[in-house]
């Protein structure tokens, strides 16, 4: 069952229907035991939250800006504002001074809620630049407040101006005029042309997905539904809130950089995640086995080759297996992928939404074949997360990004760009009208800016339009599937690739120092620092090797020709990098023109 209300009553419906049973799984700011909370208790605390609110006089729309990681505190603000028609405006933890300041800005933000030490000092630093700005307040209780900012204060303090509900009448006479044309979310997109704007997200737009979604991800109250990604990413803020309508129970992972751990302690059934999550499985799946016995490699090797046939070409195209291979698969999955879900915390693996960029054909298939069901999708800030994915249990391609949700009209452009059009597509961009205005063709279709096709109900992408290059000899390349299939070698972390007005394609690597580092002393190479490291011609020699190993199915001017191995880890300060660390490709080759010309000297 669904209950799909207005967000601002959304917990207190589901509090009436689950009462104490657990909601909420997490850890506190710095703690590494975890602890639950009820759908009961929640919604108490979100009833305090919009209490507190109000006695501070926030007024109806009005905008409230969240910088911090996931925690138990920014579901309850979210959730508490919807409660008194305030917006809510995420900040990623990793938001730099820059962006904070021309969102606060931006949406005149009075009240600012900040996760850890890092937020706050940052959100610190700004208030001179925000005249707007009257209050921070802090989610994490060991933050150090500074003894000169007497306008801060914790949010214990906070929530008790709520103590008590002393404006529940006026709070809940807000909700009974809560619309759903009402503003939820301004999602501020720093995209990888480095210009940010404020998508706005209307409750209309989440109540449409919320509807769609149901109707093919069958998330259920049995599920145990990690939260990875961070909330401002409308990816994870429109799962989470899907699986909450549904009743499931959410473990809500503040700090993404320990998930593995987190999950293999909490044993979700469900996460959403992006295609690098699943690609760092796959290396270190493969990795390990390399390092096994020749036996085990031989049996682990036949084991995916058994699961590829049955999981892929049979039941991925709609058919039914032999009876001779499904029982094989069937002894091999109980004994041998059985055991690689376990060492993932995934015994009792449901299904696993993944979008945000493309995913390589080998991590696919290999994901399938262990016995997981990734659920592949396709969606953008703009249309609420989803425009389509695979639907579990229905016959899907590997490479495609699955099938419309209900309620979404996609036709493709005469240059090959997917438009949109449904009740789950933004009306546009915060104070941006001539954007907005540019972003609809006549006929009020949304233009994505990605480049696609339809194919026998399933949808397939090409590139993003912009991103596509055209070398001098006039061969356009699609940099990001190059990638995609480069990134899958576990010696690469980080990967742009350079062509655009180029005479051939080449890259950028930043490689996995650890492993280069061991492989170097392996075969006594002689470094004293990652610099000699990555210029070692025999370093070159073997990267060179591998990655001619995964590019040959691309055609000749495709392939990359030479590439830079980076000493260095691309970045978000330097502008390298987006807070969903899509690459900035203009950043690059200004910070790297000298690399990137000597790869086309002679």
């Known amino acids: 069952?669904?209950?799909?209300?207005?967000?601002?009553?959304?917990?207190?419906?589901?509090?009436?229907?689950?009462?104490?049973?657990?909601?909420?799984?997490?850890?506190?700011?710095?703690?590494?035991?975890?602890?639950?909370?009820?759908?009961?208790?929640?919604?108490?605390?979100v009833k305090q939250v919009s209490n507190a609110l109000l006695n501070l006089g926030v007024k109806v729309q009005e905008n409230i800006g969240i910088?911090?990681?996931?925690?138990?505190?920014?579901?309850?603000c979210d959730f508490g504002a919807w409660g008194v028609r305030a917006v809510t405006i995420p900040f990623y933890a990793t938001s730099s001074e820059q962006q904070i300041q021309f969102m606060i800005n931006d949406a005149k933000v009075r009240f600012l809620f900040v996760g850890e030490q890092e937020q706050y000092d940052r959100a610190r630093r700004v208030v001179s630049l925000c005249p707007t700005l009257e209050r921070i307040i802090v989610f994490d209780p060991l933050v150090h407040i500074s003894s000169h900012d007497p306008n801060a204060l914790y949010f214990s303090d906070f929530l008790k101006l709520g103590d008590n509900l002393p404006r529940q009448t006026e709070v809940e006479a807000r909700q009974q005029e809560a619309s759903f044309d009402d503003i939820a979310n301004i999602l501020y997109t720093s995209g990888t042309t480095g210009d940010s704007k404020g998508v706005i997200l209307p409750h209309s737009m989440f109540h449409a997905a919320f509807e769609a979604n149901n109707k093919c991800v069958p998330?259920?109250?049995?599920?145990?539904?990690?939260?990875?990604?961070?909330?401002?990413?409308?990816?994870?803020?429109?799962?989470?809130?899907?699986?909450?309508?549904?009743?499931?129970?959410?473990?809500?992972?503040?700090?993404?950089?320990?998930?593995?751990?987190s999950m293999r302690?909490?044993?979700?059934?469900?996460?959403?995640?992006v295609p690098r999550f699943w690609e760092k499985v796959y290396m270190g799946v493969m990795d390990k086995i390399e390092h096994s016995s020749a036996m085990q490699r031989k049996l682990f090797k036949h084991a995916l080759a058994v699961g590829r046939k049955?999981?892929?070409?049979?039941?991925?195209?709609?058919?039914?297996?032999?009876?001779?291979?499904?029982?094989?698969?069937?002894?091999?999955?109980?004994t041998v992928f059985s055991l690689v879900r376990k060492e993932l915390g995934l015994e009792n693996a449901h299904f696993f939404p993944t979008a945000g960029a493309a995913v390589s054909a080998h991590v696919e298939e290999f994901v399938h074949s262990i016995g997981i069901n990734m659920i592949v999708g396709y969606g953008l800030t703009e249309s609420l997360a989803t425009v389509s994915c695979d639907h579990l249990g229905e016959s899907f391609t590997v490479g495609s990004v699955g099938r419309p949700i209900e309620g979404i009209d996609i036709k493709i452009s005469e240059e090959g760009e997917i438009l949109l059009k449904?009740?789950?597509?933004?009306?546009?961009?915060?104070?941006?009208?001539?954007?907005?205005?540019?972003?609809?063709?006549?006929?009020?279709?949304?233009k994505t800016g990605d480049a696609g096709y339809l194919k026998d109900g399933e949808l397939f992408l090409k590139e993003r339009i912009k991103d596509l290059f055209k070398t001098s000899n006039g061969k356009y390349i699609a940099p990001q599937m190059i990638e995609s299939k480069l990134l899958v070698d576990k010696y690469i972390d980080q990967i742009?690739?350079?062509?655009?007005?180029?005479?051939?394609?080449?890259?950028?690597?930043?490689?996995?120092?650890?492993?280069?580092?061991?492989?170097?002393?392996?075969?006594?190479?002689?470094?004293?620092?990652?610099?000699?490291?990555?210029?070692?011609?025999?370093?070159?020699?073997?990267?060179?090797?591998?990655?001619?190993?995964?590019?040959?199915?691309?055609?000749h001017y495709e392939q990359v020709k030479r590439f830079t191995l980076l000493p260095h880890h691309l970045s978000m300060e330097k502008g390298e990098l987006t807070n969903t660390l899509k690459i900035r490709r203009r950043v690059l080759y200004e910070?790297?023109?000298?690399?990137?010309?000597?790869?086309?000297e002679d």
Request: with cysteine; glycine share 4%.
């Open 1 to 45: 069952m669904q209950i799909n209300s207005h967000m601002s009553v959304l917990i207190h419906d589901l509090a009436k229907h689950y009462g104490d049973r657990e909601m909420l799984i997490y850890q506190d700011f710095g703690g590494k035991e975890w602890k639950s909370l009820s759908f009961n208790q929640v919604s108490q605390t």
């Open 67 to 76: 910088f911090s990681q996931n925690s138990v505190q920014y579901l309850e």
């Open 219 to 261: 998330v259920n109250e049995n599920d145990r539904v990690m939260n990875f990604l961070p909330y401002t990413h409308i990816f994870e803020r429109g799962w989470a809130i899907l699986a909450l309508t549904k009743g499931a129970r959410m473990i809500v992972n503040t700090h993404p950089q320990e998930v593995q751990q």
């Open 265 to 273: 302690e909490t044993h979700p059934t469900c996460m959403s995640s």
């Open 310 to 334: 049955h999981n892929i070409e049979y039941l991925s195209l709609g058919k039914k297996p032999p009876m001779a291979l499904h029982l094989e698969y069937e002894m091999l999955n109980r």
């Open 422 to 446: 449904g009740p789950t597509i933004t009306p546009g961009y915060y104070n941006r009208e001539d954007l907005t205005k540019q972003s609809f063709t006549e006929d009020g279709y949304f």
């Open 496 to 555: 742009c690739i350079i062509a655009d007005q180029r005479k051939f394609v080449s890259a950028l690597i930043v490689p996995v120092y650890p492993l280069l580092e061991e492989y170097a002393r392996e075969h006594n190479i002689p470094f004293e620092s990652r610099g000699q490291l990555c210029d070692a011609p025999q370093i070159y020699e073997m990267m060179k090797e591998r990655i001619d190993t995964l590019q040959q199915q691309l055609a």
């Open 591 to 600: 910070n790297y023109k000298a690399e990137i010309d000597k790869m086309y």
